[in-house]
């Protein structure tokens, strides 16, 4: 059954059509195995799904145009770091110097991530997993819309269930509530244990907002002291 499931999707694939079910589940924190078989219905492709290592995964994305950012993307970002980490950083999606290095959190907003996990965590970038939402730059650095969220974010979930981290931490609102699946300002929702397919999830301000609203850093702070005590029993 399954088999004939994916052979019936790989054709419809390689015909570039994307099978999206109706009924498909859309929890709050959802606690479900990380990349179900309605993810393969989502992505199209059993390659996806079946990876298992992040090189495969990269692999099986390959030059994706699954949605429409794939226009406007100088690189594909994938994501970067130890593939074993115990905290993974989650993003929006890549801004103009990720797009051009094609790596996730470079620029200024990066370096201030970077001065989080190696002067305030003690880590270094090395240690932790970095990705995005979505892996295509979105125009203008606009939000990106629910139809590439839909198609891209698979891939996350891939991503999570194959580096399977101890804590993820969520950056800036839009993140937060796509993986939360929620309406509630980052105001109310930062500072507060959530869960993401199963894992720990803290989510905080965007670097660049923190580089516009400097006076905030102390609330990133707080966040991350508590993610470096949780880290400690995890
Ligand atoms: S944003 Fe994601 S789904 Fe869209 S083209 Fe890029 S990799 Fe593919």
């Known amino acids: 059954m399954a088999a004939a499931l994916r052979r ?3 054709a419809k694939a390689r015909a570039g059509i994307r099978v999206i079910p109706k009924d498909r589940p859309r929890e709050s924190n959802p606690v479900a195995p990380a990349l179900s078989e309605s993810s393969l219905l989502i ?7 079946e ?9 099986a994305i390959g030059d994706c145009r699954r949605c429409k950012l794939w226009s406007g993307r100088t690189h594909l970002v994938f994501g970067v770091g130890n593939p074993s980490a115990r905290v993974m950083f989650v993003g929006e999606g890549p801004g ?3 797009d051009l290095q094609g790596v996730p959190f470079v620029g200024r907003a990066g370096q201030l991530l970077t001065d989080i996990i ?7 970038r090395e240690d ?6 979505v892996k295509c730059r979105p125009p203008e650095n606009r939000n990106p819309e629910p139809d590439e969220v839909e198609s891209c974010e698979p891939f996350l979930k891939k991503q999570v269930d194959l580096v399977r981290p101890k804590i993820i931490v ?9 993986l939360l699946q929620s309406k509630q300002p980052i105001t109310r929702l930062r500072g507060q244990w959530h869960e993401y397919q199963g894992i720990k999830l803290m989510p905080t301000f965007h670097p660049a907002y923190l580089l516009r609203n ?3 850093k102390k609330l990133v702070w707080e966040d991350i002291k508590k993610v470096i005590e949780a880290l400690k029993s995890a």
């Not at 990876?51 to 692999?59: N, Q």
């Open 51 to 59: 990876s298992k290592t992040l090189d495969e995964l990269r692999a």
């Open 118 to 124: 190696t002067k305030g965590m003690g880590l270094k």
């Open 170 to 178: 969520a950056l800036g609102k839009f993140a937060v509530q796509c």
């Open 43 to 49: 992505t199209g492709d059993p390659a996806v799904y």
């Open 128 to 133: 932790v997993y970095i990705a995005n939402v």
């Open 214 to 216: 400097p006076g905030d």
């Open 8 to 10: 019936h999707l790989t």
């Open 96 to 98: 103009r110097d990720e």
